[in-house]
C-alpha cells in the first residue's frame, strides 16, 4: 500500500504527529511511504523517507499553488493508494484538487490537527470556514479528529458523523535522551514550563502577570516563543525565564527539572504538552477549554482551571511539590493507558486497512 502524508505547514503538533507516526510506517513491509511537505521545514522531521518539498517562504496564494503544483507531481510519480492529509489549507488544496480531477483518485484521509473555525472570532470568517470543510467533506473517504471534543465540534458544524473517526495524538514510551540547558533550576522553588507558541491561542499573554504578583518562590520557564508575524514577544518579569525554542531532547531536560506544565489555552484540539509532560511523570495545570479535560481530570492527573488570572493564581496556590508528584504519578499511568503511541497506531492502521478493502 503506496501511503502519501501531505502538509501545508508541519511545525508544531503535526511534525510531533509525523514523526511518531511516519517511523512506524517506514518499518511496515507493507507499505511504501512518502511525504510532501515544505522545503524551509524538512528539519523538522526526524527520519529519512522519499520526501518532496514544495516552496513556501509565508502563507498565502503562491504558496499554495506550488503546494498544488506539488501535490500534481508527487500523484504522477508515487501513485499513491492513500493521501493522508494534515492541516486544513493542505486539506482545502488536496481536495479541491480532486474536485477538479476525479480520475485515479486516491483514499483521501484528512486531519485538520485543530478545526480552523474553533479558533475564528470573527462570525464571518467561521461561517466561511465551515462552509468551506462541509463542502470538501464530499471529497473525503474519512475525516480524523484528534480528540473527542474536536469530533463534536464537527458535528455541531454539519460535517457527515459517518465519516468522522476519533484518533488521539500520541507519543512513544521511550522519552529523548536529555541534553543539558544552561539554566539554573532551583528545586527550592516551585517551577512551571510553558512550551509553545506566543500565539493568541495559546494564552502565554496570561502568564506574565500571573508570575509577577506570584512572587520569586514561583518561577516560569518558556520553552518556545513569538514564530509567526501575528505573535507578540511578550516582556516577563524576573522569575519567568525565556528558554526560546528547545530541541527534544533540550525539552526533556527542563521537564524532567521542573515540577508541572502550564497549559492556559484559550483553543486546544488536542494537548501534546500535556501528554509529554505525563509521559515524563510530571502533572498539568491546564484551562478547561477545548480537549484539554479529555487529557486531564482535575485532581487526579493535574488541575483544571477557568481562564482567568484570579483562577490560574488560586490553581498555582493550592498545589505544592508533594501534591504535583501524586498527580505526576497518576499521569504517567494515564499516558500508558491511552495515549502511548502503540495504541492509536494501531488504530490509524485499521482505518487504513478497512478503507483500502471497501475501495477494491
Known amino acids: ?17 509525523l514523526n511518531e507516526i511516519v517511523p512506524k510506517q517506514l518499518l511496515e513491509k507493507s507499505y511504501e ?8 521545514q ?25 503546494l498544488f503544483m506539488s501535490y500534481k507531481r508527487l500523484l504522477k510519480k508515487n501513485k499513491p493508494d492513500i493521501v493522508h492529509i494534515h492541516s486544513s489549507f493542505a486539506g482545502i488544496v488536496v481536495r479541491l484538487y480532486h474536485f477538479f480531477v476525479s480520475k485515479n483518485k486516491p483514499i483521501l484521509i484528512y486531519c485538520a490537527h485543530g478545526w480552523s473555525f474553533s479558533m475564528t472570532t470573527g462570525s464571518l470568517s467561521k461561517v466561511i470556514y465551515v462552509l468551506i470543510e462541509r463542502f470538501l467533506s464530499n471529497y473525503t473517504d474519512s475525516i480524523i479528529c484528534i480528540s473527542k471534543f474536536e469530533k463534536n465540534l464537527a458535528l455541531m458544524n454539519g460535517l457527515p458523523e459517518d465519516k468522522l473517526k476519533v484518533i488521539y495524538n500520541s507519543l512513544s514510551s521511550q522519552v529523548p535522551k536529555p541534553e543539558k540547558v544552561d539554566v539554573q533550576i532551583d528545586p527550592g ?20 502577570d500571573i508570575f509577577n504578583e ?9 520553552a518556545g516563543g513569538a514564530r509567526l508575524d501575528n505573535e507578540y514577544d511578550h516582556e516577563v518579569p524576573a522569575n519567568v525565564t ?18 508541572a506544565v502550564i497549559i492556559p489555552s484559550r483553543w486546544e484540539g488536542f494537548g501534546y504538552v500535556a501528554i509529554e509532560a505525563m509521559r515524563s ?17 482535575n485532581d487526579v492527573n493535574g488541575v483544571i482551571f477557568e481562564l482567568s488570572c484570579s483562577s490560574i493564581i488560586e490553581a498555582i496556590k493550592k498545589v505544592d511539590k508533594q501534591k504535583l508528584q501524586c498527580y505526576g504519578s497518576e499521569g504517567y499511568k494515564m499516558f500508558i493507558d491511552n495515549f502511548e503511541s502503540g495504541i492509536n497506531y494501531k488504530i490509524l492502521k485499521e482505518l487504513y486497512e478497512r478503507l483500502g478493502y471497501e475501495k477494491k
Open 189 to 208: 522553588n516551585l517551577n512551571f514550563l510553558f512550551v509553545g507558541r506566543f500565539h493568541e491561542a495559546k494564552g502565554f499573554d496570561f502568564l506574565p
Open 42 to 66: 524538512t528539519d523538522c522531521i526526524s527520519f529519512n523517507a522519499d520526501t518532496m518539498t514544495f516552496k513556501r517562504p509565508k502563507r498565502g496564494l503562491r504558496c499554495l499553488f506550488s
Open 214 to 222: 506570584l512572587g520569586s518562590n514561583y518561577q516560569l520557564y518558556v
Open 281 to 297: 511523570g510530571k502533572p498539568a495545570l491546564v484551562s478547561k477549554n477545548g480537549a484539554l479535560p479529555e487529557l486531564i481530570e
Open 242 to 259: 525565556k528558554l526560546s525554542w528547545l530541541n527534544q531532547g533540550q525539552l526533556q531536560y527542563i521537564y524532567e527539572s521542573i515540577d
Open 1 to 17: 500500500m503506496k501511503v502519501s502524508h501531505v502538509s501545508e505547514t508541519i511545525h508544531g503538533g503535526i511534525a510531533t504527529y
Open 33 to 40: 511511504i512518502s511525504l510532501l511537505i515544505p522545503e524551509n
